[in-house]
Nanobody, 123 residues
Framework: QVQLVESGGGLVQPGGSLRLSCAASGFTASSFSSYTMRWYRQALGKERELVAGITSVGGSTNYEDSVKGRFTMSKDNAKNTVYLQMSSLNPEDTAVYYC?????????????WGQGTQVTVSS
C-alpha cells in the first residue's frame, strides 16, 4: 500500500529556513521514479495551492511565483524521498504542506497524498 509521510515542519521565525521531507513507501524503486512529485500547501481558510513540482522524467522543477528563488525541491529516487528546502520564510508561507505523487497511465490517473506537516512562520 502506497504511503507518503511528510516531516520537517515546525515553528520558524521570519527569514528562517526549514527542510521538509516526504518519504514514500509501497512503491518499487522503479515505480516511484515514474511519479511526478509535488508539494502543495493550504493556509487556514484558503484553498490548497501548488507550491512546487518535480517531473518524473528529467527531474525538472517548477515553482509557484511567490516561492521562486526561496524554495528548492529535490528528489532522491534511491531513498524514495522528496524534499522541499525553504528559505527566507515569511508569515504568508504559514500553511499545512502536503506531498503528492501523481502518475497517469493508460488514461488513468493515480494520486497519492500525505497527511501534511504544519509550517508556522511567526516571531
Amino acid at each position: 500500500q502506497v504511503q507518503l509521510v511528510e516531516s520537517g515542519g515546525g515553528l520558524v521565525q521570519p527569514g528562517g529556513s526549514l527542510r521538509l521531507s516526504c518519504a514514500a513507501s509501497g512503491f518499487t524503486a522503479s515505480s516511484f521514479s515514474s511519479y511526478t512529485m509535488r508539494w502543495y500547501r493550504q493556509a487556514l481558510g484558503k484553498e490548497r495551492e501548488l507550491v512546487a513540482g518535480i517531473t518524473s522524467v528529467g527531474g525538472s522543477t517548477n515553482y509557484e511565483d511567490s516561492v521562486k528563488g526561496r524554495f528548492t525541491m529535490s528528489k532522491d529516487n534511491a531513498k524514495n524521498t522528496v524534499y522541499l528546502q525553504m528559505s527566507s520564510l515569511n508569515p504568508e508561507d504559514t500553511a499545512v504542506y502536503y506531498c503528492n505523487a501523481h502518475r497517469t497511465s493508460w488514461g488513468k490517473s493515480y494520486d497519492y497524498w500525505g497527511q501534511g506537516t504544519q509550517v508556522t512562520v511567526s516571531s
